[in-house]
């Protein structure tokens, strides 16, 4: 929860610390591979959003529509790092 609410606040090197420690304690958890991504990219650090939502993706553990999101990101930052 710590993570979610400083990524809430605004405090994204606090979430980033945080899901890289809970992806750490468990990599098998698509929603902290998902917030990972969410803060890196918010946090304009592509190649570890990419990363992060790429692995959620593979877990197939979150909502269709969620999985569409990320993988809406993930075209969008491809793009951003090919042009």
């Known amino acids: ?4 609410l400083a990524q809430e606040q ?11 420690q809970l992806v750490a304690q468990d990599s098998q958890n ?4 998902l917030g990972l991504g969410i803060v890196a990219d918010k946090q304009n650090q592509t190649r570890v959003a990419q990363a992060a939502y790429q692995q959620a ?3 197939k553990q979150l909502a269709p529509s969620v999985q569409q999101y990320m993988s809406s990101r993930l075209a969008s930052l491809q793009e951003l790092h090919n042009g």
């Open 30 to 33: 698509a929603r902290w591979w």
């Open 57 to 59: 993706l593979t877990l």
């Open 10 to 20: 605004g405090r994204l090197a606090q979430a980033m610390s945080d899901y890289h």
């Open 1 to 4: 929860f710590r993570a979610a």
